[in-house]
């Protein structure tokens, strides 16, 4: 059974970092052509695709936040962990992890964690 | 604004069939796979369709998907109240070297 799940804090400061983490069972990001990635949604928008770390390290940013964004791995305890300096209220939005092993296609997603940016 | 673009809302009687249109250009749509997604309220996005027209295992079949040149489509038959929901449409962006998604498209069953 595969899941993943969001873990963070609920609330950041302007210009405050966040650190989101991603834990995920069911697969290993060890396995060639696995990635796990970050979407966020802001309330009552569109899905919006932020980063994605591959099985050989290889990693993606969207270009319009790539200065603001980092991702990395842990593959020895599944996590991915997401970090976004700078944060904003329009930053406001539920961030979402999910798995990807064809290339623009995420079969399997976390629950999402709300994180509101406000001070 | 997304990079694919889809209508903001459809509609249908239960029982009926609706589509759900996708339009992009030849960086995404017209040269990769497209996936669907269906996000009911408060929950995560839930994969329905991927490369074009395949369902993942376990997937309803009253959810096809289809594709020409730069636009797509998601077909819904047998419409029913549980389908109620937002849906996403998704490719790969060579351009951006990353995902990109649709606006959106929310269905209300009459």
């Known amino acids: 059974q595969i899941t993943l799940k969001e873990s963070g804090p609920t609330l950041v400061r302007p210009t405050q970092t966040l650190t989101l983490t991603c834990s995920f069972s069911?697969?290993?990001?060890?396995?060639?052509?696995?990635?796990v990635g970050w979407i966020r949604q802001p309330p009552g928008k569109a899905l919006q695709w932020l980063a994605i770390i591959y099985w050989d390290e290889d990693v993606r940013y969207s270009p319009s936040l790539r200065s603001r964004l980092s991702i990395t791995k842990d593959t020895s305890n599944n996590h991915v962990v997401l970090t976004m300096t700078s944060m904003d209220p329009l930053d406001t939005a539920t961030f979402f992890c999910?798995?990807?092993?064809?290339?623009?296609?995420?079969?399997?997603w976390g629950p999402g964690t709300l994180v509101t940016v406000s001070s | 604004h997304s990079v694919l673009t889809q209508p903001p809302s459809v509609s249908g009687a239960p029982r009926q069939r609706v589509t759900i249109s996708c339009s992009g250009n030849?960086?995404?749509?017209?040269?990769?796979?497209v996936s669907w997604y269906q996000q009911l309220p408060g929950k995560a996005p839930k994969l329905l369709v991927y490369y074009d027209d395949r369902r993942p295992s376990g997937g309803s079949d009253r959810f096809s998907g289809s594709k020409s040149g730069t636009s797509a489509s998601l077909a819904i038959s047998g419409l029913q109240s549980e389908d109620e929901a937002d849906y996403f449409c998704g490719a790969w962006d060579d351009g951006l070297n990353g995902p990109v998604f649709g606006g959106g498209t929310k269905l209300t069953v009459l």
């Open positions: 069911g697969f290993s990001l060890s396995t060639f052509g696995m990635g």
């Open positions: 999910a798995r990807t092993v064809t290339t623009g296609c995420f079969d399997f």
């Open positions: 030849s960086s995404n749509i017209g040269n990769n796979g």
